[in-house]
C-alpha cells in the first residue's frame, strides 16, 4: 500500500501563489508516476498535472499550463504543486494521485487539501 498526504491548500487572492505538498509513504517503489487532480463543487475531478518519478518534466491540463509546475523529489517521498497567478476558477479541492507501476492506473489517493481563490 502506499499512503499519500496533502498539505498547502488555504484561501488566496487572484493573481497570489501557493505550493501544495504530497508526502508519500509506503511501498513507494511500486509508483510510477505520481499527479494531481482537482475537484470543484458541483463538478467531476479533473487532472491537473502529472510527473514519472525523477522525471524533470511534467504534463499539465491546459488550464493550468504556464502557471503551475509539479516536481518531485529524487527520495520518492514528495511530489509538488507550485500554483502561480491563481484565478478564482482554480478553487477546488487538489488530490495526490500515484500511479501503480504494474496496473498504469492511480490506484492510490490522498484526502485532498481545500484551495480557494478569491476575486
Known amino acids: 500500500q502506499v499512503q499519500l498526504v496533502e498539505s498547502g491548500g488555504g484561501l488566496v487572492q487572484a493573481g497570489d501563489s501557493l505550493r501544495l505538498s504530497c508526502a508519500a509513504s509506503?511501498?513507494?517503489?511500486?509508483?510510477?508516476?505520481m499527479a494531481w487532480f482537482r475537484q470543484a463543487p458541483g463538478k467531476e475531478r479533473e487532472f491537473v498535472a502529472a510527473i514519472r518519478w525523477s522525471a524533470d518534466r511534467g504534463y499539465y491540463a491546459d488550464s493550468v499550463k504556464g502557471r503551475f509546475t509539479i516536481s518531485t523529489d529524487n527520495a520518492k517521498t514528495t511530489v509538488y504543486l507550485q500554483m502561480n497567478s491563481l484565478k478564482p476558477e482554480d478553487t477546488a479541492v487538489y488530490y495526490c494521485?500515484?500511479?501503480?507501476?504494474?496496473?498504469?492506473?492511480?490506484?492510490?489517493w490522498g484526502q485532498g487539501t481545500q484551495v480557494t481563490v478569491s476575486s
Open positions: 494521485a500515484a500511479e501503480a507501476m504494474r496496473t498504469h492506473v492511480y490506484d492510490y
Open positions: 509506503g511501498r513507494t517503489f511500486s509508483t510510477s508516476a
